[in-house]
């Protein structure tokens, strides 16, 4: 748990946490945060396009770190290949946690929530996404959650500091500021593996039913038939007892 001033809330530690990290490389984001908050701090991944990257950082600059993965279980199998060969090459704290009803059973009782509309989308990425997380931030005891979310993903991405308050925890960001070509840069500088399907026009990596590649090299409309980009996972889950 944080310990800090009583007296300083949650969201002035984010905002001076926020200053503190703009002018560091993104190395230097990571001991800082963990010179100051340490067992507080956990990660997560989705073993996703970029997921080197961060999986790469934590490894060489905070890999004491607990690092979550939320297997939805339905992944594309490229994806779970993809997991095993990082987790092999950068060997952290791993985490895995499942949502609390299989597959089968939520489209047994659902049907095909992808195919839904929005609200569709909304509840599969609370059954599969919000509440695993949710638990894992729970059980682990994390109040400061790493994420390698850049600015340069998503136009809904574009003003996030890089720390903020979600609800009832901290969410830094070492990666922020990283556009697409630093990306590139560090994943040809340290001869990082890229996901199999990186070569098939994916610019965005979620679940095989809901992804697409993309036709105009942007993120837009790649995820839920264009219905919304955000799995949920960043932003407030609208559900008082979440802490996220």
Same mark, same amino acid.
């Given at each position: 748990?944080?310990?800090?001033?009583?007296?300083?809330?949650?969201?002035?530690?984010?905002?001076?946490?926020?200053?503190?990290?703009?002018?560091?490389?993104?190395?230097?984001?990571?001991?800082?945060?963990?010179?100051r908050?340490?067992?507080?701090?956990?990660?997560?991944?989705?073993?996703?396009?970029?997921?080197?990257?961060?999986?790469?950082?934590?490894?060489?600059?905070?890999p004491?770190?607990?690092?979550?993965?939320?297997?939805?279980g339905?992944?594309?199998?490229?994806?779970?290949?993809?997991?095993?060969?990082?987790?092999e090459k950068?060997?952290?704290?791993?985490?895995?946690?499942?949502?609390?009803?299989?597959?089968?059973?939520m489209?047994?009782?659902?049907?095909?929530?992808?195919?839904?509309?929005? =609200?569709?989308?909304? #509840?599969?990425?609370?059954?599969?996404? *919000?509440?695993?997380?949710?638990? !894992?931030?729970r &059980?682990?005891?994390g109040?400061v959650?790493?994420s390698?979310?850049?600015?340069?993903?998503?136009?809904t991405?574009?003003?996030?500091?890089?720390? =903020?308050?979600?609800? #009832?925890?901290?969410?830094?960001?070492? *990666?922020?500021d990283?556009?697409? !070509?630093?990306? &590139?840069?560090?994943?040809?500088?340290n001869?990082l593996?890229?996901?199999?399907?990186?070569?098939?026009?994916?610019?965005?990596?979620?679940d095989?039913h809901?992804?697409?590649?993309?036709?105009?090299?942007?993120?837009n409309?790649?995820?839920?038939?264009?219905?919304?980009?955000?799995?949920?996972?960043?932003?407030d889950?609208?559900?008082?007892?979440?802490?996220?």
């Amino acid at each position: 748990m944080i310990t800090m001033d009583p007296e300083v809330s949650p969201e002035t530690l984010s905002e001076t946490l926020s200053e503190e990290l703009k002018n560091l490389n993104a190395g230097k984001r990571l001991e800082l945060l963990y010179e100051r908050l340490g067992s507080s701090l956990v990660a997560s991944t989705s073993f996703g396009l970029q997921a080197a990257v961060m999986l790469k950082l934590l490894h060489d600059h905070a890999p004491k770190v607990p690092v979550i993965f939320i297997d939805t279980g339905f992944l594309f199998p490229e994806t779970y290949r993809y997991a095993e060969e990082l987790m092999e090459k950068f060997p952290l704290d791993y985490r895995i946690y499942h949502p609390t009803v299989s597959a089968a059973r939520m489209q047994a009782i659902h049907g095909d929530l992808w195919e839904q509309g929005r =609200e569709g989308a909304e #509840k599969y990425g609370l059954l599969t996404k *919000i509440e695993p997380m949710n638990r !894992a931030l729970r &059980e682990i005891g994390g109040d400061v959650w790493l994420s390698g979310l850049r600015r340069a993903q998503s136009e809904t991405r574009q003003d996030r500091p890089f720390v =903020e308050q979600q609800k #009832k925890t901290i969410k830094a960001y070492p *990666i922020l500021d990283w556009a697409d !070509a630093q990306v &590139e840069v560090f994943y040809h500088q340290n001869d990082l593996p890229r996901h199999p399907l990186a070569e098939q026009g994916y610019v965005t990596m979620g679940d095989w039913h809901s992804t697409r590649p993309s036709t105009d090299g942007t993120a837009n409309g790649t995820r839920f038939n264009g219905d919304k980009y955000e799995c949920g996972l960043h932003l407030d889950s609208g559900t008082s007892d979440f802490q996220i």
